[in-house]
């Protein structure tokens, strides 16, 4: 297995696994969303954790991808 192949499958299972994280952000969100009230909430718990490793996935992702890029070269 090559270096190559190695990247592309971890850019494979990192962008699956970050897809998921967005759509249980997403459903998390409900019709509270959608309406734009005066109000500040937090993230906290469960929310906070996946905002976070929403994040976290997207570093690795980008950097993943940078390598990718050089290595293909």
């Known amino acids: 297995m090559d270096l190559t192949d190695f990247l592309a499958l971890a850019m494979i299972l990192i962008s699956v696994s970050l897809i998921a994280i967005i ?7 409900g019709i509270g969303g959608l309406q734009s009230g005066s109000f500040v ?3 906290r718990g469960l929310e906070k954790t996946l ?8 570093i690795i992702f980008l950097t993943v991808a940078a390598v990718s890029v050089v290595a293909s070269r």
Do not use: H, P, S, Y
């Open 51 to 58: 905002f976070q490793m929403t994040i976290v996935l997207v």
């Open 23 to 29: 759509l249980l952000q997403v459903k998390g969100e």
């Open 41 to 43: 909430r937090t993230r």
